[in-house]
């Protein structure tokens, strides 16, 4: 998602201004118009604090209230508070004498209390069982039917154009005098995923630098769907094989984004600071 420009050459100019400022963007779209930003995946412990105290106003204003405004209210209805009344409900409530239905209900518990016991645990775990095959995830193309015409039209073109389909973005910061240091390591990771069938072969990547050439980028295709083992092999791959690539580049700072990253990264945060 990006905001698109109708003169062409603007969305490119954008990115690299953005480059220079040390954000990273990249351009999208047909005709390379749209202008998309790739925040990052990870909230700092500081915001989390602020917004947590954000989130506690509420409850304690809702607590102050339930201690003051809420006794006052009911202290000034009096005998009105139960006037508002559900049509024909409020006289089951107003019946005198033992109730009927209940006793009825609880004879088999108080009959057999052991066998209602290991009935009642057993229908809840088996209501339960289904959460335990219960996963985070990121919902994604992948979870569409493959009968929508558009669908079966977009995996045609990614097995036609594998490149263009499932793509890891590789970032990489350092001093403008590396420039030269990090295009090469880059063209030796290029030639190492070259040869791994986890990774596309129909285009060879090009490789993208900031005009200050100080961020250099480059797409790597994979030819397996977002959500697919093979997806996910192949960015843990990558992860590995970028900082042994910038290793001799003093000052190199690295990192490996894209739609899988997206997926794996923010699911895993949330496992992280789920109880």
């Given at each position: 998602?990006?905001?698109a420009?109708?003169?062409?050459g603007?969305?490119?100019?954008?990115?690299?201004?953005?480059?220079?400022?040390?954000?990273?963007?990249?351009?999208?779209?047909?005709?390379?118009?749209?202008?998309?930003?790739?925040?990052?995946?990870?909230?700092?412990?500081?915001?989390?604090?602020?917004?947590?105290?954000?989130?506690?106003?509420?409850?304690?204003?809702?607590?102050?209230?339930?201690?003051?405004?809420?006794?006052?209210l009911?202290?000034?209805?009096?005998?009105w508070?139960?006037?508002?009344?559900?049509?024909?409900?409020?006289?089951?409530?107003?019946?005198?004498?033992?109730?009927?239905?209940?006793?009825?209900?609880?004879?088999?518990?108080?009959?057999?209390?052991?066998?209602?016991?290991?009935?009642?645990?057993?229908?809840?775990?088996?209501?339960?069982?289904?959460?335990?095959?219960?996963?985070?995830?990121?919902p994604?193309?992948?979870?569409?039917s493959?009968?929508?015409?558009?669908?079966?039209?977009?995996?045609?073109?990614?097995?036609?154009?594998?490149?263009?389909?499932?793509?890891?973005?590789?970032?990489?910061?350092?001093?403008?005098?590396?420039?030269?240091?990090?295009e090469?390591?880059?063209?030796?990771?290029?030639?190492?995923?070259?040869?791994?069938?986890?990774?596309?072969?129909?285009?060879t990547?090009?490789?993208?630098?900031?005009?200050?050439?100080?961020?250099?980028?480059?797409?790597?295709?994979?030819?397996?769907?977002p959500?697919s083992d093979?997806?996910?092999?192949?960015?843990?791959?990558?992860?590995?094989w970028?900082?042994?690539?910038?290793?001799?580049?003093?000052?190199?700072?690295?990192?490996?984004?894209?739609?899988?990253?997206?997926?794996?990264?923010?699911?895993?945060?949330?496992?992280?600071?789920?109880?």
């Amino acid at each position: 998602m990006g905001p698109a420009f109708d003169r062409p050459g603007a969305a490119r100019e954008v990115c690299d201004a953005a480059y220079r400022g040390g954000l990273l963007m990249e351009t999208g779209g047909p005709n390379d118009e749209v202008a998309k930003a790739l925040p990052p995946l990870t909230v700092a412990d500081g915001q989390l604090e602020q917004d947590r105290g954000c989130s506690t106003r509420p409850s304690a204003i809702a607590v102050l209230a339930s201690l003051t405004v809420l006794p006052a209210l009911l202290a000034k209805l009096g005998r009105w508070v139960d006037r508002p009344r559900v049509p024909f409900l409020w006289r089951l409530t107003m019946r005198s004498g033992d109730s009927k239905l209940w006793p009825v209900l609880l004879r088999p518990a108080l009959v057999r209390p052991v066998l209602t016991l290991v009935v009642s645990v057993g229908a809840l775990l088996l209501l339960a069982l289904p959460a335990l095959d219960m996963k985070l995830k990121q919902p994604g193309s992948d979870d569409l039917s493959r009968d929508i015409p558009v669908v079966r039209a977009t995996d045609r073109l990614t097995e036609a154009f594998p490149s263009k389909g499932t793509v890891h973005q590789v970032a990489v910061r350092a001093p403008a005098d590396r420039a030269a240091d990090v295009e090469a390591a880059l063209g030796r990771l290029l030639k190492r995923t070259a040869g791994n069938d986890l990774f596309a072969h129909d285009q060879t990547p090009t490789i993208r630098t900031s005009a200050d050439n100080r961020v250099h980028t480059v797409q790597v295709g994979t030819p397996h769907s977002p959500k697919s083992d093979g997806a996910r092999d192949s960015l843990e791959l990558l992860r590995d094989w970028v900082p042994q690539a910038m290793e001799g580049v003093p000052g190199a700072e690295s990192a490996v984004g894209g739609k899988v990253a997206q997926g794996l990264d923010f699911t895993g945060h949330l496992e992280d600071r789920m109880p």
